[in-house]
């Protein structure tokens, strides 16, 4: 949701839900204000979808409601697969230089290394790459190989790995990204895409304020 609600509205939500369908008078009455005091924030809960309300009836959950719910069930199951994302790699051959370069041009935080297999073999990040930089005037010269931080001393995704349980490897461990290697492949260990903390927060953002808001309407 864009908008951020209000504990009131949160409330008459909460309300709605246990008591549907239940009259504007007898929300007031619940809530211990006016019935003009709830009428601003009825009508937008209305035109937001998350109530709908029916003439001489009163009020029940809306459309929005139930969708924003379904899709937080659906989350609960979503596997890695469905949400990762392309990521960014360079060959362990390649130069310290090449690898910051392309940090820049790509605009991302971490970097995937692969062999000539295409294997997936480590991760290099602007830290690694700023320790061998400072004051050393032939660091464009070395290879990535030599800086990167090597599988398995990584933290790891599986694409058939529940999401959630990727999102908590990544809290747990302070990370901002997971490499997502497929074992089964033909070369035993492809990187077949990344998820990371802002894809998630992108993809998923709608769907923590849906968790949130179901948490308080249902205490």
Known sequence: MGIELTARQLELISLVK???PVTGDQLAEMLGVSRPTLRSDLSLLVMLGMLDAKPKVGYFLGTAYRAESGRLNGFNHLKVREVQ???????????????????????????LVVDSQQRFVGIITPK????????????EAIPVSMVMTRYP???????????RDAVRKMVTHELDCLPVIDSSSGSGREATGWITKTHVISLFGDIVSAAQLGG????
């Open 18 to 20: 246990q008591h549907a």
């Open 85 to 111: 994302a392309v990521p960014v790699s360079v060959a362990e051959t390649q130069s310290v230089h090449d690898a910051v370069v392309t940090l820049f041009t790509e605009n991302v935080n971490t970097l």
């Open 128 to 139: 690694d790459l700023l320790k061998v930089t400072l004051g050393n005037p032939n660091a």
């Open 153 to 163: 001393n990584i933290v790891t995704a599986a694409p058939d790995e529940l999401v």
């Open 216 to 219: 308080q309407a249902d205490g």
